[in-house]
């Protein structure tokens, strides 16, 4: 067996320590396996040899991975039973689950194999490489046979052990520590707010107590639907005003009665599964639609991607299957990538409307503090989740004993230990992507770079729409340019997952505010139209008819043509360049039409669909959907010891599982995470 130096398709964790393993191979001849390791390797291959070996001997053998049926379809992979490995107990020793990665030919594949435990992980490198566990005369790792790849020498790449214990460091325990404390908060607040509210029950009116508490809070990601934005506008003032009468009955007592009365769950839950509001009228109700139905095309996507990176038996079947199948758009071979600049449109409209409002409640005046408190408010909505779950995270890789195909992606969530301070000040998304804690926290960061230029753009428009119309006009085309012009210097591919090894595509394009900014650009000018329209925009039905034809066209040929270029360019191409450049602020434009038809009263049975009730309750939970669906995703990955076999029916239950514990732990955290900072009130008027 040899060893390999080519390491530059591995992941950055497998390349570092297979770098470590080629040093240490250089200086062989001085060192040796140690005493102990050698002695108890010799017995457990003394008693696998015996005519009638001990159990332990069978556990262990047993548990070494071995060649399975369809390689040629992907089963490269050996992993062995991690579990039975451990689960073994010699005379002087227990079995130890080691990964042996190994190249032969064009395949990269590793083996799973049970060894005592008292051998660290160089020796039983050293043990591989010359051959050392064998069975009779047979080695207990064997090449893939010729007729399945034509090279028969095994390159060793490197080996990696599974440690039998957890060991979490301080900082491990300082995050869960922070988990537990922001859990057990509320719950400590129920328990004082119910004691506190059955002694005054006859002094405080509930009703009045849970009005206050709920006045004026917007959920992220939660639309009012039964009022216009210009309603809300001119009446926010006169809501308010009651507001402020009743503020001296909703806190009698002290500063800490009221935070009890913001983290109890008595005022969390409220309005969580609520489908109406109090503001009559209608408007904004397809906004709910649009963002729950973009929300489960990314669950769906995530809960796809990650089986196919990593530990698909079958992968080429299924690539042969399904990446090149438009039926299958609403999985990670569609352009999945479009439901995230649904978002960002949304986001953009959304913070413009609320940014107006609060101008028109503030004199119509755009103040510093004004936009200090704007964004501060969006810090609150969003953070305190964020960093729970970052927390939960890096808890969780730190007390949970992960399985084989953990491995390639814990250096990237380890991270986390490394450059959290990003995650602080809301920048991840700025760092190279292996620095990333988290990585699809990303969002949030480039989330709040977009949400801080609304001010910016809302006082152009104030000060003069000439001026306000160049400055958008400009950065419309130079986000459009940036990403058509990075996308041909660099050939890059469009999203796919057989290109996600192009880590250019996420390092340069993907996550960056500079080609992402389009869609969150286009949604305030949305909102700023909504808001201030004085007039109906569409008059006849013809136009209405002509703008369907024109929207639905668009999102077929965006989707149809991500499909043509799912192939990374081999040299700069005008098609992939012309696309990354277009296709999101097209996107966008075709689902601002969707919107502003409903509202216009030119939806038809779309408007109905977007507007079902049903959407409302997870509309207000999509956040907490959002950053909490990957980590179930993960915890199955993580934990799986076999591959998963590809078939649809297989992956359908993969998706609707992840999407119903997602929606219940999210409903769950929204009311012990997020909706108390939002209810919590700073002043003490």
């Not at 079958?314 to 479009?338: A, C, D, M, R």
Request: charged share 15%; glycine share 6%; proline share 5%.
């Amino acid at each position: 067996m040899s060893t390999a130096h080519e390491t530059s398709a591995l992941p950055e964790e497998i390349q570092q320590k297979s770098s470590r393993c080629n040093a240490v191979l250089e200086k062989t001849q001085a060192w040796t396996v140690s005493q102990r390791c050698m002695m108890d390797t010799n017995t457990f291959l003394l008693e696998m040899n015996q005519d009638k070996p001990k159990e332990y001997a069978v556990l262990m053998y047993d548990a070494f991975g071995k060649m399975g049926s369809n390689v040629e379809g992907g089963n490269t992979n050996q992993p062995g039973l991690l579990q039975q490995c451990r689960s073994a107990h010699g005379p002087t020793f227990s079995g130890q689950y080691c990964q042996v990665f190994l190249r032969q030919g064009q395949i990269q594949y590793f083996v799973g194999i049970c060894v005592p435990d008292s051998c660290e992980e160089e020796e039983v490198q050293m043990l591989v490489l010359y051959d050392r566990l064998q069975f009779g005369q047979m080695s207990l790792i064997p090449p893939l046979p010729p007729i399945l790849v034509n090279q028969s020498t095994q390159e060793l790449i490197m080996t990696h052990c599974l440690s039998n214990s957890i060991a979490p460091d301080a900082s491990d325990v300082t995050c869960l520590f922070v988990c537990c404390l922001m859990v057990a908060v509320p719950l400590a607040a129920t328990l004082f707010t119910a004691i506190i509210r059955w002694q005054r029950k006859r002094e405080v009116s509930p009703t009045v107590e849970s009005s206050c508490l709920n006045s004026g809070l917007n959920l992220y990601g939660t639309i009012k639907t039964n009022g216009s934005s210009r309603d809300e506008i001119n009446n926010s003032t006169s809501e308010e005003n009651n507001s402020a009468r009743h503020r001296s009955l909703c806190f009698p007592r002290s500063c800490v009665y009221r935070c009890l009365q913001a983290f109890s769950l008595q005022t969390t839950s409220q309005g969580v599964f609520s489908t109406s509001s109090s503001i009559p009228g209608g408007g904004y109700s397809s906004l709910n639609g649009i963002r729950v139905l973009s929300l489960f095309w990314i669950v769906c996507g995530h809960s796809a991607q990650f089986p196919v990176i990593n530990n698909l038996d079958n992968y080429k079947n299924w690539k042969k299957t399904v990446e090149n199948n438009p039926l299958y758009v609403f999985t990670i071979s569609g352009p999945v990538f479009l439901a995230v600049d649904t978002f960002l449109l949304l986001g953009g409209l959304l913070s413009a409307r609320s940014l107006l409002g609060s101008i028109h409640r503030a004199e119509d005046k755009l103040s510093a503090s004004l936009v200090t408190d704007y964004l501060f408010k969006r810090i609150k909505r969003v953070q305190p989740l964020h960093l729970f779950i970052m927390c939960l995270t890096i808890g969780l890789i730190s007390v949970v004993q992960w399985g084989p195909y953990w491995f390639p992606f814990i250096d990237t969530l380890m991270d986390c230990k490394t450059y959290w301070w990003a995650n602080l000040l809301l920048i991840s998304n700025l760092l190279p992507v292996h620095e990333i804690c988290v990585p699809w926290t990303w969002y949030l960061s480039l989330d709040f770079q977009c949400y801080a230029t609304t001010p910016l753009l809302v006082y152009f428009y104030r000060l003069n729409r000439g001026v306000f119309v160049a400055v958008a006009g400009s950065l419309l085309l130079m986000t459009t340019v940036a990403g058509t012009v990075i996308t041909a210097l660099l050939q890059l591919p469009v999203f796919q997952p057989s290109t996600l090894t192009s880590e250019n595509y996420v390092l340069y394009y993907y996550v960056k505010p500079y080609t992402r900014y389009g869609p969150f650009l286009i949604g305030i000018l949305t909102g700023i139209y909504l808001t201030t329209k004085k007039d109906q925009l569409l008059k006849q039905k013809w136009q209405a008819a002509l703008g369907w034809f024109c929207c639905l066209s668009l999102m077929a040929v965006l989707v149809g043509l991500a499909y043509i270029l799912r192939e990374t360019p081999a040299y700069p191409s005008v098609p992939h360049a012309l696309y990354q450049g277009l296709h999101r602020p097209l996107w966008a434009l075709a689902v601002t039409w969707i919107i502003l038809a409903c509202e216009e009263g030119y939806g038809g049975f779309i408007k109905s669909l977007l507007s079902l009730d049903l959407w409302v309750p997870l509309s207000n939970i999509s956040f907490a959907c959002y950053l909490t669906h990957p980590v179930f995703i993960i915890l199955y990955i993580g934990l799986q010891e076999t591959p998963i076999h590809y078939t649809d029916i297989n992956f359908m239950y993969l998706f609707l599982g992840h999407l119903v514990l997602t929606l219940v732990v999210s409903y769950v955290f929204t009311v012990l995470v997020v909706k108390p900072y939002l209810l919590l009130k700073w002043s003490s008027t």
